[in-house]
């Protein structure tokens, strides 16, 4: 077993037991705040693996085999007699708004964990690439409306922009919309100029792909030297005895010039084995590395764990540090939790009416991998990710689905208006056509990991 699959499948391991633990004290906590026993509190489901018990209610305190998931079991008539001096501690003798709050603290402790990681981000502050475009290549949307090379965009559709994350992030809302989009942005010379994309040809395929690059849009890259700045430790570059310092001379017989060109290489040879020529110091050096296959979105792409020479001034140039003050930070994170939040349940509308196409449901190898190539990037990276698959852990389980905490949400909704509890039979059959249309899903998230990593 790899070094590099322990890696990726700690940093998953860690990520998901944070959200499952969150997710599940969010309804212990309210259950204990309404005076309801709780029995149980489990990390996964199915055999018990590991049991405590704890507190004056002798918790049990759980860790069961099927890690994808948790429960918090409470004192409950329906599940087991109760005895009659406890009848008042009994989830289904509680009124009903305090079993809304109950079920509803899940989903909003997940969601409250993204705005408190956001918020620590925002005021930590993140190093992030500036929205500097390249040339577009000829026919693509950004040519058509005028894209040059070296602009900043300032703003789109009235909306500033400091990153190149929030530049892909509003384009996306954008395109969902088929919105015509203007970007205000600015040349070395600056002057300001507005460069409008029509938008309203974007496709299903465009929208699965990093969209970007699918309307010409990409960052600047300098001509860097072909030198190695960073080789990772364990990387198959390490293994094959490249250094930080050497100068790729040739790739394959053919000349290097530039750093884009060996990356460019790189990038197209997963699994193909690569002649180096190197000059180290005074000397010339012949090695052969074979890049491994990683994902990058939805492609597969060669990697072999070298990173280029830094220059101090051009990465002051290229990137800026997004930090602001506490309570700014606070609105922000309060504001990116809201915009990520809403934008799930687009996202789900649209997979619904066949607009947007059901490959991005992700499934927990894609989710694994993302968090080991977050976690490889530096913590601050791998908090971003968590509060992502924290926000769409929270609007997940909001959908009304029975079997999900939205589902029984939308009992409690019907109780209201029924003027009393659904009889017990609606709610089996309920719970069955929930748990099946959660194994379609789940089907379904596998097959999408399996084909992205088997197809690229």
């Not at 992030?128 to 090379?149: K, Q």
């Not at 971003?384 to 926000?391: D, E, H, R, Y």
């Not at 056509?433 to 379904?444: E, K, Q, R, T, V």
Request: neutral net charge; contains cysteine; hydrophobic residues 50%.
């Amino acid at each position: 077993m790899s070094g590099n699959f322990i890696f990726y499948l700690a940093a998953f391991a860690v990520a998901l037991g944070v959200l499952i633990v969150v997710h599940e004290l969010g309804h212990f906590l309210v259950a204990r705040l309404c005076g309801i026993k709780v029995l149980r509190f489990s990390v996964g489901f199915g055999r018990v693996l590991l049991a405590r018990c704890y507190g004056a209610d002798r918790t049990e305190w759980v860790i069961s085999a099927f890690p994808l998931g948790g429960y918090v079991r409470m004192l409950d008539e329906r599940e087991a007699p109760v005895a009659e001096h406890e009848l008042g501690r009994a989830f289904n003798r509680q009124a009903i708004w305090k079993r809304i709050l109950v079920v509803g603290a899940g989903p909003a402790a997940n969601l409250l964990l993204a705005l408190l990681l956001y918020w620590v981000l925002f005021m930590h502050g993140m190093e992030e690439l500036r929205p500097i475009l390249a040339a577009p290549p000829a026919a693509t949307v950004a040519a058509r409306a005028g894209v040059e090379e070296g602009e900043t965009v300032r703003s789109i559709n009235g909306k500033s922009v400091l990153t190149w994350q929030e530049l892909r992030w509003e384009l996306l809302q954008a395109a969902l919309d088929r919105t015509p989009t203007k970007l205000e942005v600015i040349n070395s010379r600056q002057e300001i100029s507005d460069r409008n994309l029509d938008l309203q040809d974007i496709t299903e395929a465009d929208l699965d792909a990093d969209l970007p690059p699918r309307l010409g849009l990409k960052p600047y890259r300098p001509r860097l030297q072909p030198i190695i700045g960073v080789v990772s430790p364990g990387s198959v570059a390490e293994q094959a005895g490249l250094r930080g310092g050497d100068e790729v001379v040739s790739i394959d017989g053919q000349s290097i010039q530039s750093w884009n060109e060996v990356a460019a290489r790189i990038r197209s040879a997963a699994g193909t084995a690569l002649q180096l020529e190197l000059r180290r110091g005074a000397e010339h050096v012949n090695l052969q590395v074979t890049p491994v296959a990683a994902m990058d979105g939805n492609q597969s792409v060669g990697r072999i764990g070298i990173m280029a020479r830094e220059d101090p001034a051009l990465r002051a140039q290229l990137t800026v540090v997004v930090q602001y003050p506490v309570l700014t930070a606070l609105s922000k994170a309060c504001a990116q939790t809201w915009s990520m939040s809403t934008f799930s349940l687009k996202m789900i509308g649209r997979m619904l009416i066949g607009d947007v196409s059901w490959k991005n449901l992700s499934g927990p190898v894609t989710i694994a991998d993302y968090a080991g190539q977050s976690a490889r990037l530096g913590l601050p990276y791998y908090l971003k990710f968590l509060a992502l698959i924290s926000i769409s852990l929270g609007v997940l389980n909001l959908l009304p689905i029975p079997i999900l905490d939205g589902g029984h949400l939308l009992y409690y909704m019907v109780e209201i208006i029924k003027g009393g509890p659904l009889s017990e039979r609606v709610m089996e059959i309920g719970q069955k056509i929930g748990l099946s249309l959660l194994m379609i899903l789940m089907a379904l998230a596998f097959y999408n990991d399996i084909n992205r990593f088997v197809s690229g």
